[in-house]
């Protein structure tokens, strides 16, 4: 495992983050337990961001807005055979219509489609905090 930064990857690191690949975000539950599900993750560390569209009722939403508004330590992974990536931070939920379209765009760049328009969408940005992986 080698530790980077996550506002300063390496080219081969952010390039196994710009290729199609489904991930995992871990999220803790009320009672601490994790709950890991799929989703899509984007990667922008520009910004020091990840970012992962969702429905304002889901699971992982809810979990993120129960840690207050400081944000909900949380862990995005992927993997391919050998190679695995991981981006750590603190997550927030934004409902804001901006930031909401800029990562349904940055999701369709990523994964080569367009989700289909949802009223009740909203992006969970994690503001990173570590970055670790073999790729």
């Avoid at 391919?80 to 999701?107: C, F, H, I, Q």
């Avoid at 489609?113 to 940005?125: C, G, L, M, Y």
Wanted: glycine letters at 8%; hydrophobic letters at 40%; aromatic letters at 6%.
């Amino acid at each position: 495992m080698v530790r980077r930064d996550p506002r300063a990857p390496e080219a081969g690191y952010l390039a196994f983050w710009r290729e199609y690949h489904l991930c995992t975000l871990t999220t803790r539950r009320p009672d601490g337990s994790p709950h890991v599900v799929p989703v899509g993750v984007t990667y922008d560390p520009e910004a020091g961001l990840a970012r992962v569209i969702t429905n304002t009722a889901s699971a992982k939403a809810a979990h993120v807005r129960a840690a207050g508004p400081e944000g909900a330590q949380v862990a995005v992974c992927q993997v391919e055979r050998g190679r695995w990536a991981t981006l750590e931070g603190l997550a927030t939920v934004s409902e804001d219509p901006e930031r909401v379209a800029d990562a349904v765009a940055r999701y369709a760049e990523r994964y080569g489609r367009t989700p289909a328009p949802n009223p009740h969408r909203v992006v969970i940005e994690i503001a990173l905090t570590r970055a670790m992986g073999s790729a």
